[in-house]
């Protein structure tokens, strides 16, 4: 099965364009490159012994788009490619929105025009805004999203369920990522924030490989057991695999919209990620607080017992692994770029 993948060097793509092709799947890297970088590419072939067909274009090029569609004739798309820094949004919220809807639509519209049936969509646990009630399952209402980007997701979402109103035969997987992190356990690929990182993890392994000075926790008086926020923090390599577990239900229907929460569960403070992460490396981090983000929730996490349940699927690392694979990929960065 050949399949599209939108923003495929990214973290989250290369991670699951390694896991597509372990699975005997076809993937087609299509990434500009704006958030990740063109070594990534070889480093997949060094996991995999396979080194994926890559298209160096914007998504939001409806002709370059369609020109792959010609060429590479897909079965599936799975449409990672997004802006996702939530405070970048709270200040840049056209960039977003020009970005994140624009590349939706010209997926669907080449959907249509080159009969594909198949598409995995990256959402976000942001579509749920301030829960009222935690954990928060898919049929948890809504809130008003606190940020530009967590709208983009909802918008995206409201698109999807408009466009499966009018389409025959199309499956589409809405997955509702939680907090990715960690690296391949090789080594080889792992998060790559371009400039200052948007995220905790590589914020403190950069802290504690020197690159940083110091990290700093945003908040310490929410609500919450410690103070900090409370988060969901999945392995990347088990939200990759979620994808293909999501295309091997969908090789089984003719016409299912579904939702699904991929998180672990558990919730775990910013506070214990990083009390977890000294613990692991024996290395002491130095850390202040400083004043809460716009647009961050004090507290979320995922009822994943649908995930496990319809798509056997269920998170198989730890947050130690997690962190320890995140650590080793910053300390091999410097031999890969």
């Given at each position: 099965?050949?399949?599209?993948?939108?923003?495929?060097?990214?973290?989250i793509g290369s991670h699951t364009v390694v896991e597509l092709i372990n699975n005997g799947y076809t993937p087609i890297i299509v990434d500009d490159f704006r958030n990740s970088k063109p070594f990534i590419i070889n480093q997949?072939?060094?996991?995999?012994?396979?080194k994926p067909k890559h298209y160096a274009i914007d998504c939001c090029n409806y002709k370059d788009f369609e020109t792959v569609f010609k060429i590479e004739k897909p079965e599936g798309i799975i449409h990672f490619a997004a802006y996702k820094a939530v405070g970048e949004s709270v200040n840049k919220p056209l960039k977003y929105y020009e970005n994140n809807i624009n590349s939706l639509v010209n997926v669907l519209k080449l959907m249509n025009e080159f009969d594909v049936n198949n598409l995995v969509f990256s959402s976000s646990c942001t579509v749920y805004g301030?829960?009222?009630?935690?954990?928060?399952?898919e049929k948890t209402p809504t809130q008003k999203a606190e940020s530009p980007y967590g709208n983009t997701k909802q918008i995206g979402e409201d698109i999807l369920h408009d466009y499966f109103k009018t389409s025959k035969n199309k499956n589409i997987s809405i997955l509702r990522y939680f907090?990715?992190?960690?690296?391949?356990p090789s080594g080889l690929i792992g998060e790559l924030p371009i400039g200052t990182p948007n995220n905790l993890i590589p914020f403190i392994t950069q802290t504690a490989d020197g690159i940083r000075k110091s990290l700093t926790i945003f908040g310490n008086d929410y609500p919450t057991r410690d103070g900090s926020c409370i988060r969901d923090y999945i392995h990347v390599v088990d939200l990759a695999i979620a994808h293909i577990k999501a295309f091997e239900k969908q090789k089984n229907q003719t016409s299912e919209l579904e939702t699904y929460n991929v998180g672990t569960g558990k919730g775990t403070s910013v506070i214990e990620v990083v009390e977890c992460?000294?613990?692991?490396?024996?290395?002491?981090?130095?850390?202040?607080?400083?004043?809460?983000?716009?647009?961050?929730?004090?507290?979320?996490?995922?009822?994943?017992?649908?995930?496990?349940?319809?798509?056997?699927?269920?998170?198989?690392?730890?947050?130690?692994?997690?962190?320890?694979?995140a650590w080793n990929w910053q300390k091999n960065l410097k031999n890969v770029k």
């Amino acid at each position: 099965m050949k399949v599209i993948v939108t923003g495929g060097a990214g973290f989250i793509g290369s991670h699951t364009v390694v896991e597509l092709i372990n699975n005997g799947y076809t993937p087609i890297i299509v990434d500009d490159f704006r958030n990740s970088k063109p070594f990534i590419i070889n480093q997949i072939f060094k996991i995999t012994g396979q080194k994926p067909k890559h298209y160096a274009i914007d998504c939001c090029n409806y002709k370059d788009f369609e020109t792959v569609f010609k060429i590479e004739k897909p079965e599936g798309i799975i449409h990672f490619a997004a802006y996702k820094a939530v405070g970048e949004s709270v200040n840049k919220p056209l960039k977003y929105y020009e970005n994140n809807i624009n590349s939706l639509v010209n997926v669907l519209k080449l959907m249509n025009e080159f009969d594909v049936n198949n598409l995995v969509f990256s959402s976000s646990c942001t579509v749920y805004g301030s829960a009222k009630v935690i954990p928060v399952t898919e049929k948890t209402p809504t809130q008003k999203a606190e940020s530009p980007y967590g709208n983009t997701k909802q918008i995206g979402e409201d698109i999807l369920h408009d466009y499966f109103k009018t389409s025959k035969n199309k499956n589409i997987s809405i997955l509702r990522y939680f907090n990715p992190i960690g690296a391949h356990p090789s080594g080889l690929i792992g998060e790559l924030p371009i400039g200052t990182p948007n995220n905790l993890i590589p914020f403190i392994t950069q802290t504690a490989d020197g690159i940083r000075k110091s990290l700093t926790i945003f908040g310490n008086d929410y609500p919450t057991r410690d103070g900090s926020c409370i988060r969901d923090y999945i392995h990347v390599v088990d939200l990759a695999i979620a994808h293909i577990k999501a295309f091997e239900k969908q090789k089984n229907q003719t016409s299912e919209l579904e939702t699904y929460n991929v998180g672990t569960g558990k919730g775990t403070s910013v506070i214990e990620v990083v009390e977890c992460f000294e613990k692991e490396t024996k290395i002491k981090l130095n850390y202040s607080f400083g004043e809460k983000r716009e647009g961050d929730v004090a507290e979320i996490y995922a009822d994943n017992s649908k995930i496990i349940s319809e798509l056997e699927w269920e998170p198989k690392y730890s947050l130690q692994d997690a962190l320890k694979d995140a650590w080793n990929w910053q300390k091999n960065l410097k031999n890969v770029k």
